[in-house]
């Protein structure tokens, strides 16, 4: 037996047991006749006491172990003179009587602390020793208690987990696939499955009624700043369900987690329409954390002298708490953020609002104080605040204002990552435009039904039409979205066509599910929650990286295992595959 | 609301209740008056009454409903004059007040169930009704109930559950790996994993001390019968351990399941050596629930007159209980087995054991009725019973006896489902002898650990070397194995030059590992389950299929999606890849 306790568990009531302990050497410091080390393992450190007076030789042995050199000791342990509030085994230390070294190792690239000195891509090539520091081991310990909350609340509501399979086939539609050549079927490919949506509502016509999977997902995208090309989700679907069932089983579910993992009551989760969001906050997954909601400024600041402003579909402001102190240098920098290319506003107007009750903007030439009290009040602005103001086109102007709340949100520390705010998002539209096809795409998927009192515009404004589609909301970050599916034969039909889809494309594409749809399709709908990221924001953290074993960077690369890589000549030969133009090597 | 209850609760407690149903028109009855019709979900079966005389509309609707229309109905619950005790809700019935038609169906290609009259391609192509059937609706809903009590048990004993990534790099050795080419690293390619076997050993070195994980693993192998290109693991590793302490784990787990899932007590698991398994039952996972062990008769059989055992490496008989009845013909045809080429024995010996103590043989021409005592008495055989002997090379003989120890087994009904004897299987071999490649291949893999006391064997006899490694066997099968890792250099640089790995090689294939192991690598070993064939062993089969929602067939292929299958032309571009030779469409 290679210990006896761990290196997180031994306290007071322990006191003068005999122990053996493994782990790695974690922290050594001599201090004349004593030499104390911390040994630590994934449950904590313990320290070690050698004396030089007792016992030379193994204190002298004690004292030439490396950092994260692996050791076994058997010892006694003792109260501490000075305890250590600090650390869980703060009270005890251990009297060594021997020590064993099982593995040396060489001096660790950076320091295995919280608060490391490695940058980023050194710990990623190095992921097993960024694994042993604190931060990401918690992480990692974070996600295994969610999945396994998730799971066990679930399958008490009658889930089932089903396995669906990853070799599947490739669909034009939605984002690239990743694919897999096979050899047993040469000149053809399996898919990656970009979401298991497909099976799971075949899982509905063959009657599994409630069923749910924690599953990996593939989408091959270009990259964007904390996106993988594998992620994972714990998708859902029910039969014989309403709207309302789904959206009160993973409510449920949402609030077990919180109270569970976070320790945090979370009262009936607010509910928006996707039109409300846009409007209140230019955005379909708004923060609430904070107020800053929108003040449309149209019928009050246009039709002045002002031709910037008398131009714009659509005159918006918010209400920046407290901000109105920013220096002029400040505010200049403000406005420099918000025509950044990524933003792409013409600029900003603002209006400081003084202790006195005065106003002071970018624009007194254009408006008196009796305007810019108006607009105070538009946006729920009091004194001490600064109001900032973009106009322009609806849609941009809205997405443009929507991104300099939540900047200033965060720069105001008012994004509080201990603070959770869910909100659900109903009735988003059905349909989009795409500018580039210039057609009309399922904003969710083709199977998403309609809302039966928006049939009837489907074709007079297919862009009016609302969608029986759902997304919780939560600190700003979409956790998941759903919808009910239409599951008879006429109202696919009436879809289709509204995609512009030929019978002949439909049937190539969704024939297997169409035939499904056949034999007896239940009424059913689900909900796919984002795991990697509802892990990250339940662990206070926005970015998802550290919550994943071993991600991948943001060319797709491993790191660490060196790979995308070549293949040998003849792997590819077997698979009947050649590569075109040159090879990386 | 689409039901109050489900179609499996109802009870005489429900008595006058008004309820709501949903689920699928499973069969219909005409009795004059009266119609009966069982609706059907996951949950169970419901029967529902409608009469002529009190609402004829309503009747003459029901009638017109096909096999597989999904309905909703509202009624009372009554008493069922006639009980059926068949059927969890046989006491009561639903006097239907309203019926809604929620979809139609045509009519299934196969009957809804448990004895379908389906073929299994037919069965394959509609898995989705498939899957209706009880019998494979209760086996995915048995898997899922596995998933989760080793979920919970693990994580109970401190295991965390930790995703190692999908897309890895492929490696030389070992079976096929499935490839994904790298859009974004034109020329490059990901390998799907065939285990996370190096990926949990990097979890150790990083400190992670228990981790398992339920994976999909795939293999590129030309399929024999009832495996699958995709296949599920319950991988484990655990770090600071011993051989005992992975035995007691997972012991412990497997009578864990063995009670929850099949209410069956089993006492502590038998062991068992490779050689002995070998020498017992010719075979590494030998099925203990019946004796038919070998008895090895070359001291008692060899030196007379009969030159075919002469001759011999071995000779080696089981005794099969109450076959001395077997007739002539009935022998014959066994002989005639054991000569197919699928088995490949030359002949076949045999002795009855007469009820009256004497023997009658096919070689009583050189044995005397002392000679075939002595054999019965080696291979425990009794009056009634039928002696089998196999001579021929050693391992050759062995593995023929023991395909027909099974063969006879399972004709005699020997091999009982509900049965469960578990047995490990331990001190492998380190290293087996590849006659392909002339030279030694690790039997497990290369980071299995030798025994200590064998390691100065690996010079003078390889093939002699035991390793720290073991196999759990649940009734003839393998259910899981692992090993102890090395976790030093020096041991792991010996173990690559026996392996005739030169270090460059050994660098390529294995370097991140390698690197690893230089930062203070712990002691560890562990363990995979197959998921797949557990379960099903667990619901009584032998085959894995019905325990997979989505199957594909022995070439590789899903049926119902109709998969794999050709790329557009374009696709393949992108990925910097073109099919080589005539492309099938």
């Known amino acids: 037996m290679y210990r006896t306790h761990n290196c997180g568990e031994l306290r007071l009531e322990n006191l003068h047991a005999k122990v053996k302990l493994a782990g790695w050497m974690h922290k050594s410091r001599d201090l004349g006749g004593m030499t104390f080390i911390d040994i630590r393992d ?52 251990i009297e060594v009587e021997s020590l064993e070294l099982l593995n040396a190792s060489k001096t660790p690239p950076f320091t295995i602390e919280d608060d490391t000195d490695g940058g980023e891509e050194l710990r990623m090539k190095y992921r097993y020793l960024d694994i042993r520091r604190g931060k990401v081991r918690n992480a990692l310990v974070l996600r295994h208690h969610v999945a396994l909350e998730v799971r066990k609340y679930l399958s008490n509501l009658n889930f089932i987990e089903v ?36 099976f799971k509502q075949l899982l509905m016509v063959g009657g599994m009624d409630k069923y749910f999977q924690i599953v990996k997902c593939f989408r091959d995208e270009d990259l964007r700043a904390d996106r993988q090309p594998e992620f994972t989700q714990i998708d859902c679907e029910m039969a014989f369900i309403e709207q309302e069932d789904i959206l009160a089983v993973f409510e449920g579910l949402t609030r077990h987690l919180l109270k569970e993992i976070n320790g945090v009551e979370v009262a009936e989760f607010p509910r928006m329409t996707y039109a409300e969001a846009m409007k209140k906050y230019g955005n379909d997954k708004p923060d609430i954390r904070f107020g800053m909601e929108f003040g449309e400024l149209n019928d009050i600041a246009q039709h002045k002298d002002f031709s910037v402003f008398n131009q714009a579909e659509l005159v918006v402001a918010i209400a920046v708490p407290n901000a109105g102190e920013f220096t002029r240098k400040e505010i200049d920098a403000l406005v420099d953020w918000v025509k950044r290319p990524q933003i ?76 959770f705010a ?64 239409i599951h008879d034969k006429a109202t696919q039909a009436l879809m289709f066509k509204h995609l512009g889809f030929s019978d002949e494309e439909a049937r190539t594409q969704f024939g297997f599910l169409m035939d499904a749809f056949e034999f007896g399709a239940p009424p059913h709908g689900g909900l796919a929650f984002g795991l990697d990221r509802l892990v990250a924001i339940l662990g206070g953290q926005e970015t998802i990286r550290d919550f994943i074993a071993f991600p991948k960077n943001n060319a797709g690369r491993d790191l660490m295992i060196d790979t995308p890589s070549v293949l040998h000549e003849e792997q590819l030969q077997e698979l009947a595959i050649q590569v075109i133009g040159p090879k990386q090597v």
């Open 422 to 485: 869910p909100l659900w998002v109903l009735d988003f539209p059905l349909l989009e435009w795409d500018e580039e096809t210039q057609r009309f795409h399922a904003m969710h998927h083709p199977f998403t039904s309609p809302k039966k009192e928006d049939m009837a515009l489907l074709d007079s404004n297919p862009g009016a039409v609302r969608a029986n589609a759902y997304d919780l909301v939560l600190n700003g970050n979409e956790i998941g979205g759903g919808s009910i599916r």
């Open 163 to 198: 396995e669906t399979p990853v070799l599947i086939k490739s669909t034009p539609e939605g984002a690239r696939d990743f694919v897999v050549p096979s050899r047993m079927n040469p000149g053809m490919f399996y898919a990656l499955p970009q979401s298991p949506q497909t």
């Open 42 to 93: 994934r449950y904590g450190k313990t320290q070690l006491v050698f004396n030089m007076d007792s016992n030379k030789d193994l204190c002298e042995k004690a004292r030439k172990l490396g950092r994260e050199f692996v050791i076994q000791i058997e010892g006694k342990v003792v109260e501490r003179s000075a305890k250590n509030a600090d650390m869980a085994t703060g009270d005890i230390e």
């Open 344 to 419: 792409g506003a013409l600029g900003m107007v603002y209006v400081k609002c003084n202790e006195d009750g005065s106003f002071k903007s970018s624009v007194d030439k254009f408006y008196d104080q009796t305007d810019l009290a108006a607009w105070a009040e538009r946006t729920g602005a009091k004194p001490g605040d600064l109001i900032c103001v973009l106009s322009g086109a609806a849609n941009k102007v809205r997405a443009q204002l929507s991104a300099l709340r939540m900047e200033l949100a965060t720069r105001l520390g008012l994004r509080k990552p201990n603070e």
